[in-house]
């Protein structure tokens, strides 16, 4: 019996001391709507759903830029500190999806070796067309000032763990009908990136541009494509 009493004591005790340092402890908050307060300390956070269009720089190819297109969310979820002068940092887990469309009358081709080519539609097809899509993992760090009322200017790097991509060719040969030419597997992308952004916002709705100095794809298994892309966010 005297046993049982003390191990009650003590389970009353533990129990007492955990409830009340839960109530103390109350500097983690639940934070949906980043742009709008600015309370002090840590907070969770999600935010930075876009649309942007896509082009690249050192390439032989052209893209449409109007049909390669980005989508973004930032951060799925992450973590945010204000420092209480509207200044914000933020780090988090997110995913990017980049379609590249090709332009200029050119398609991708993979090759028996597993190289990426860009090539000419051959003479008298119709019905073009041909895109390599990105799937990443992304890791942001964002730095945050607040310049005016409910205006923020942003700046960070963006890593990317590049987990996927995948090629489609489809295009009608008057000789030999229709052609398809799909790929998912072997097309070696640089398995993880960097991105350099910058954006500017009011209160939920801001605008992003986004660069990559490194390649989509590793060095001699396809064109050199170093991505440039622009567009809208909410949350950001």
Known sequence: MKQLLTIMV??????WTWARDDAQQQYIQVDWYPLLTD???WNIYSGGLGLGWVDA?????SFKTGRSLELQWLSVVGAKYNTGHGQR?????GIDWRN???GNNMRF???SDGRLAVLPYPDGSSSRSSRLRTFSLTVPVIFRQRIGAGVDIAAGIVTDFNVHASMATKYNDDAEGKIKENASKHLHQVPVSVDLIAGLSFH?????????????LKKGWGPEIKPLSAGIAIGL
């Open 10 to 15: 003590a389970v009353i005790a533990v129990g």
């Open 39 to 41: 309370s002090v300390g």
């Open 57 to 61: 720089t050192s390439t032989p190819a």
């Open 89 to 93: 940092i933020t780090a988090g887990i």
């Open 100 to 102: 590249y469309h090709l």
């Open 109 to 111: 081709s993979l090759a």
């Open 204 to 216: 939920r709705l801001g605008a992003y541009v986004k660069y990559s100095p490194c390649r989509v």
